[in-house]
């Protein structure tokens, strides 16, 4: 079974500064998209960065870029100049390239941003 | 814009009286899922439909079903509500079953209180 975890329940970044979410997934795969999602308090999920596992280079969108490391399996989200919007709800999310197989989704981080 | 569009925001619902939960979607996916989350847990797959074809997860209980009547529009029953139902229901779509690059795009949710 594929899992996906997020070993830390909420981190605290100041405002402007850099801060980096840990994901680690477990599959048997080698073909599989990774996601991570944001949930603000309105609670709409909203896609942020996708990482396809047969891309060596990492995704980037503007300030969140990922470290995608497939022989350790891991998927870490950093937020660049962090701002007060970017206070929610983070999930990693994993979904293998095949039919009939549905997004598995970590127990997710709480981000709480200082001003 | 295309969206996933959730019905109500917010409903409230009496202890053993039926509710029915609306998702409409204009993106015209084949797949659309429904999700329940409850506080700051990851969202849990109840069922999910791929056009027609409905698909439940081994352990959603008998009391939760689901409706797709046409492409567009998905309906999530609960025939007797407890107090364990309470919580956001999430409702998701995807363009097919691979779930693919794109991911799943998500509604705004639906917060269900159970009194």
């Known amino acids: 079974a594929q899992t996906v975890t997020q070993s830390q329940p909420e981190m605290s970044v100041q405002e402007a500064e850099t801060v980096t979410l840990s994901c680690t997934y477990d599959?048997?795969?080698?073909?599989?998209?990774l996601f991570w999602y944001k949930q603000p308090p309105s609670r709409q999920m909203i896609l942020v960065i996708r990482?396809?596992?047969?891309?060596?280079q990492n995704a980037t969108e503007n300030r969140f870029s990922v470290n995608f490391q497939k022989a350790a399996k891991s998927f870490s989200l950093k937020i660049s100049d962090s701002q007060l919007g970017d206070a929610a709800m983070y999930f990693c999310a994993y979904i293998p390239n095949t039919l009939g197989n549905m997004l598995t989704f970590g127990g997710g981080t709480r981000l709480m941003v200082k001003p | 814009d295309a969206m996933v569009i959730q019905n109500p925001r917010y409903q409230v619902t009496q202890f053993g009286k039926p509710v029915t939960l609306s998702c409409s979607q204009t993106l015209n996916h084949n797949v659309m899922y429904w999700y329940q989350q409850k506080s700051s847990q990851a969202p849990k797959l109840l069922f999910h439909y791929y056009d027609k074809d409905f698909n439940n997860e081994a352990d959603t209980p008998d009391n939760f079903q689901s409706r797709r009547p046409n492409t567009s529009f998905c309906f999530l029953d609960i025939r007797s509500p407890g107090l364990g139902d309470a919580a956001m229901y999430l409702c998701?779509?995807?363009?097919?079953?691979?779930?693919?690059?794109?991911?799943?795009?998500f509604g705004s949710g639906t917060r269900l209180t159970v009194v």
């Open positions: 990482q396809e596992a047969y891309k060596q």
């Open positions: 998701a779509t995807s363009r097919d079953a691979a779930g693919g690059m794109n991911g799943y795009t």
């Open positions: 599959t048997s795969e080698s073909d599989y998209y």
